[in-house]
């Protein structure tokens, strides 16, 4: 167009290297002449869209043509009146502009607003964000620049046909609405521009995080006089909104900001500062908040979560809200951080305090398992599941062990499985702590076999806890290796201690030959000490079908083939046919490894041991 390559012949910057020629009275003419021009022409276009005649409803941002026509008389105006400034100041012309532009922004002011609101599900930081995701930046607004070729509106949108209707919409109204921004923020009409933009989105975002149920009344004070209950629940539901609010709500509102702005950056931190602040400050000041209250061992799980969702989202905290206005949001979050990982780490010191102060004198009948037992593993297996979290909290935070501790404890240095990180250590301490009160809970029992008992069946829990859940990743083989065969010698134990005295009653060489009382001294005595032993033992319990397989397996193989020697050897099968006989001989090798089989249930025959020729086994 001449136009243009006239105005790149009169309004080029003078080569430093040629003097300026004086001005002509030819070029003053022409020049005013051609900013005459540019105001009559953003008269007839301004007036035609002037927001108060009533007729004008239609947006004006629905034409594009017609857009880019009022933009560009908006920019040909703006060039006039710089001219008037310089060289006609005082001049009725410089008014009449300023009149025109001041209609114009209130027109634009109108259609940023309409655009803001008439377009909120497409403005939405939910569908901003997904659609971000996939394209970085949103595409240069088409009236930023009005003089480009017509070709390249035609690529941009074949560019969108290949994309959803809705995405579509949220960039061409992004468009529009920085191809606004600018236009105002171009001719000093910022502040008019930012107001509109701030109240219709912090209205749109303080309404977002209202819906998610984050509460700007959630102060220290309040926190502290809820139930637990009530304030599980509330972490329940903050946990289901950080995420939401920070990856797509601030998210979003970072990305439209970005975008409807791009021409200041001052003015994009100014927006997005006053809109998401406030409500980021509310949202990351809550668990901070939860950490400040008292709490019990039972809480942690929660205050893990709380720890584990603000760590995981710093990286996006950090991103989003990285202006100097917002750094308060950032170190709200990290504040949030520190106060969470001092109370995990203070409420882990009183669980074990909890542990080495338990009193409780009650034995568990039959030599089960002990409620701290099972109480100490579910507590630390659960622990388990957040070991990465906790290897972050403890990471600065040494621990020594409180005394000496063998090494085969935490295995050996140079194996692969040996404990070392110190998260693996302190769980591996507190297991300690509670074995060793087992130990001294197993001294109450009268009985040393049934202690002993007692230890296998409470380690054997142990194992297995570790085991089936993820503290198998944090303790190693070799610890397992080692408490596995600690269950194995007290289980020996129990069987050395506990039948010591049926073994005793028979002779040292079942095959040797014994004078005929004294064999049938053997068998009373055998009758006697297996009847005491069944008796007594048949109440006792193993929880665990492996380590009881494993004992009566033992038992068998310890006594059966002792027995099942003396029994042949000296004639118990022809015996036991003679009525003689059953008056000292009771049991067949077969009948005991049928009474083991009643073994380890916990129920105490009602009757007495019987011989199998009266029923094969315990009369009932």
């Known amino acids: 167009m001449p136009r243009k390559g006239m105005r790149n012949i009169f309004f080029k910057s003078p080569s430093p290297t040629r003097m300026t020629p004086p001005s002509s009275p030819l070029h003053h003419t022409f020049s005013e002449s051609l900013m005459e021009e540019n105001i009559e022409v953003a008269q007839f276009i301004i007036t035609k869209w002037d927001s108060s005649h009533d007729d004008n409803l239609v947006s004006l941002f629905s034409d594009k043509d017609e857009a880019r026509q009022y933009l560009g008389s908006i920019k040909g105006l703006q060039k006039a009146m710089k001219y008037l400034v310089l060289h006609q100041s005082n001049s009725e012309k410089l008014v009449r502009a300023q009149l025109l532009m001041q209609t114009a922004m209130k027109r634009l002011q109108n259609e940023f607003y309409q655009i803001l609101k008439s377009n909120r599900d497409y403005l939405d930081p939910e569908s901003v964000s997904a659609h971000s995701s996939s394209r970085p930046s949103v595409s240069r607004s088409s009236f930023s620049e009005f003089e480009e070729e017509e070709e390249e509106e035609d690529e941009s949108e074949n560019e969108n046909d290949s994309v959803p209707e809705v995405e579509t919409a949220s960039l061409a109204a992004m468009a529009d609405l920085r191809a606004i921004a600018e236009a105002m923020i171009s001719a000093g009409y910022a502040k008019e521009c930012i107001k509109v933009y701030k109240i219709i989105r912090k209205s749109i975002v303080d309404e977002a995080l ?30 289901s909104a950080v995420k939401m609010a920070v990856k797509t709500l601030f998210y979003g509102e970072r990305l439209l900001c970005d975008q409807v702005f791009s021409v200041s950056a001052a003015i994009r931190e100014s927006c997005f500062t006053e809109i998401s602040k406030e409500g980021a400050l509310a949202l990351f000041g809550f668990p901070e908040n939860v950490a400040k209250c008292k709490q019990t061992p039972e809480k942690l799980f929660r205050i893990l979560d709380l720890y584990e969702a603000v760590s995981g989202l710093w990286p996006e905290v950090e991103s989003i809200f990285s202006f100097e206005s917002t750094a308060a949001v950032r170190a709200t979050a990290v504040n949030s951080l520190i106060k969470l990982g001092d109370t995990v780490r203070t409420m882990l010191m009183d669980f074990e305090t ?120 944090l303790l190693g083989d070799d610890w397992l290796i080692n408490h596995e065969l600690k269950v194995k010698q007290y289980a020996e134990n129990y069987e050395k201690i506990g039948w010591s005295k049926v073994l005793a009653s028979l002779p040292e060489n079942q095959t040797a030959e014994i004078p005929a009382d004294r064999v049938n001294d053997h068998f009373k005595k055998f009758n006697s000490a297996f009847e005491e032993a069944y008796m007594k033992q048949v109440s006792w319990v193993v929880p665990d079908p492996k380590l009881r397989d494993h004992i009566k397996i033992s038992l068998a193989r310890r006594i059966i083939p002792i027995y099942k020697e003396f029994y042949e050897s000296n004639g118990g099968v022809q015996m036991k046919k003679e009525m003689w006989g059953e008056s000292f001989i009771r049991f067949t090798p077969d009948d005991l490894g049928n009474y083991w089989s009643d073994m380890f249930y916990g129920s105490r025959s009602s009757g007495s041991v019987s011989s199998s020729s009266r029923g094969g086994g315990r009369s009932h």
Not at 394 to 412: K, N
Not at 421 to 446: E, F, H, N, Q, T
Request: hydrophobic share 40%; with cysteine.
């Open 210 to 239: 209202y819906h998610l149920g984050v509460e700007r009344e959630f102060t220290f004070q309040r926190i502290q006089k809820m139930e637990w209950e009530v304030l599980e629940f509330k972490i329940k539901n903050w946990l």
């Open 354 to 473: 909890a542990i080495q102060k338990d009193s409780s004198k009650t034995t568990v009948p039959g030599g089960g398992i002990h409620p701290l037992t099972r109480y100490v593993m579910n507590y630390i297996s659960f622990l388990a599941d957040y070991c990465g979290i906790l290897s972050n909290i403890f990471e600065d935070w040494p621990f020594t062990v409180p005394s000496a501790l063998p090494e085969s404890y935490f295995g050996s240095p140079d194996s692969e499985g040996s404990i070392s990180s110190p998260i693996s250590v302190r769980v591996a301490w507190l297991i300690l702590v509670m074995l060793c009160k087992l130990d001294g809970k197993a001294a109450m029992y009268k009985d040393v076999p049934l202690s002993y008992l007692f230890l296998a069946n409470n380690l054997q829990y142990v194992t297995e806890k570790v085991r089936q859940s993820n503290l198998k990743f």
